[in-house]
């Protein structure tokens, strides 16, 4: 009860303090939003980004970490902004982007993951992603998960794009529909070269009908290079954790609500690091 009440407000004060103030911080908290989300390591084996990827969908806004959206409202492709943590970060491209579905957590993705996007060549012109010279292998396609299925986690991801760069025969032509594939296949084939930004969002169509178990919170603790663990913390956060046990950020199992996400209270002034910490449905 108190998530639903607490979510709004927590996903309201996101968007106002989008315009990300802290990047390196970001960077930090996104990586432990993919663990957290189980991203890391069944989707990816690894995810160390130098820069933040945040997709901006119209009317919506920056969508924080898992937030969750509608079809309706993730229909037409978002706008990508990608900044890097910090200064030494050079991000002179091009890279490949990419959005797939990893599915409800804990699905099965053995026979792939669904391409919803695919972008070779792609540019950050002024932390906007440009596709002025570009080759869209996979025209965007927005999220359309099966009723029941639960909350699907659609990640974007941005791998550096070396010259040395060769897709596979069968992802050399632009304009191949939505399928099923091999993300990482499809990276190391390719010779792509790391994920330097990324992210993701939820979407959900009607009710989970799998049983609903235990959720977790992202651990501030992970966070510790940039000082946000509490106790370690010099970095002046005057966070305050209004809710900060497992126990209580867990959604009601079967609850229904399409916040299934639920919403950790962090009321501080660290942005969507504090916001929007999640804590996250597991499918028994
Ligand atoms: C800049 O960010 C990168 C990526 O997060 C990090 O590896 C590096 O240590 C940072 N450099 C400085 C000077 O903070
Ligand atoms: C580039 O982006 C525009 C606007 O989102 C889109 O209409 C167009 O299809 C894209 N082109 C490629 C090659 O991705």
Redesign the pocket.
């Known amino acids: 009860m108190f998530n639903f009440v607490v979510l709004p407000i927590a996903l309201a004060s996101f968007v106002v303090a989008q315009s990300a103030s802290n990047p390196a911080l970001e960077v930090e908290a996104i990586k432990a939003h993919f663990q957290q989300a189980g991203i890391v390591p069944a989707g990816i084996p690894s995810f160390d980004p130098s820069a933040v990827l945040v997709a901006d969908y119209a009317g919506v806004g920056g969508a924080s970490p898992g937030q969750a959206l509608t079809r309706a409202q993730v229909g037409p492709?978002p706008a990508i902004t990608v900044t890097p943590a910090n200064s030494s970060v050079s991000l002179s491209g091009p890279f490949t982007l990419a959005m797939v579905d990893f599915g409800a957590v804990g699905s099965d993705q053995s026979a792939g993951v669904t391409r919803h996007w695919l972008?070779n060549g792609v540019t950050i012109d002024n932390n906007a992603v440009s596709?002025a010279s570009?080759?869209?292998i996979t025209?965007y396609a927005g999220p359309a998960p099966p009723a029941g299925s639960g909350p699907h986690r659609y990640a974007f991801l941005l791998f550096a794009q070396p010259e040395s760069f060769a897709p596979p025969a069968d992802f050399s032509q632009p304009n191949i529909g939505v399928s099923l594939f091999d993300i990482n296949a499809y990276a190391r084939d390719s010779g792509l070269g790391a994920i330097v930004a990324g992210n993701y969002i939820t979407v959900e169509e009607g009710t989970a009908t799998a049983s609903l178990s235990a959720t977790s919170a992202v651990e501030t603790s992970t966070l510790a290079p940039v000082s946000t663990s509490s106790g370690a913390s010099s970095g002046g956060s005057s966070s305050t954790r209004s809710s900060s046990s497992p126990a209580s950020t867990s959604t009601a199992p079967g609850g229904g609500n399409a916040n299934q996400n639920g919403a950790a209270a962090f009321t501080t002034s660290l942005g969507w690091l504090a916001s929007s910490v999640a804590a996250f449905v597991v499918f028994a």
Do not use: C, E, K
Request: net charge neutral; no cysteine; glycine share 0%.
């Open positions: 492709a972008v596709n570009a080759i869209a025209q």
